[in-house]
């Protein structure tokens, strides 16, 4: 049985039970939306992407250790790092910041990275909400977890090879591999 309400939406009922409630299907399809990731290629360049990024944060954070020099350099022993443990969380907040905002800008289409200018500006769009994302989750884990105060300065150059090496992947991927498959 089939019946049309003042909103203009139809019902249909059978067994006292209503099949769609036109608000959830609204939620359902929105969330569809932005959800939807047709260029996988592209999703998954940008998480190893922002696997080298964290690789490169790490090797100037220990480069930059007035310990390491004194320690011998590049001859020391090659041990397992003791800070493995930051290396892990802190590309884990970076990747889900990244994913969160491109899926917001949609940024995971073959239409975002389609030509240059398009590329760099979905890439600015993407990396805007980022550094806005990565702030948040920092001041949070710094009231809510750690009690410490925030890197400044590590967040910064964070946000700045990101920059950097992001636009660079988009715009090669734009240009060179999007064409392939």
């Known amino acids: 049985m089939t019946r049309q309400d003042e909103n203009d939406t139809i019902e249909e ?7 769609k409630i036109p608000l959830v299907a609204k939620v359902e399809s929105f969330f ?6 047709p ?9 190893l992407f922002l696997l080298i990024i964290n690789f490169l944060l790490q090797i100037a954070d220990e480069v930059g250790d007035p310990t ?6 590049f001859t020391q022993a090659i041990t397992l790092p003791t800070t493995l443990l930051s290396v892990v969380v802190r590309d884990s907040k970076m990747t889900i910041a990244w994913i969160a905002s491109g899926l917001w800008n949609r940024a995971y289409s073959s239409s975002s990275v389609m030509d240059d200018r398009t590329a760099i500006k979905k890439t600015t769009d993407v990396w805007v909400d980022y550094f806005s994302l990565r702030i948040v989750l ?25 920059a950097i090496v992001m636009g660079f992947f988009r715009l090669a991927y734009g240009r060179f591999l999007s ?3």
């Open 68 to 73: 390491f020099w004194s320690a011998g350099g």
């Open 138 to 162: 920092e001041l949070m884990t710094s009231v809510a977890v750690t009690h410490d105060a925030v890197d400044v300065l590590g967040l910064g150059r964070e946000v700045w090879y990101t």
């Open 179 to 181: 064409n392939f498959y």
């Open 13 to 19: 009922e059978t067994s006292n039970t209503k099949l």
């Open 32 to 37: 569809d939306a932005m959800l939807e990731i």
């Open 39 to 47: 260029d996988t290629r592209l999703f998954t360049g940008d998480i």
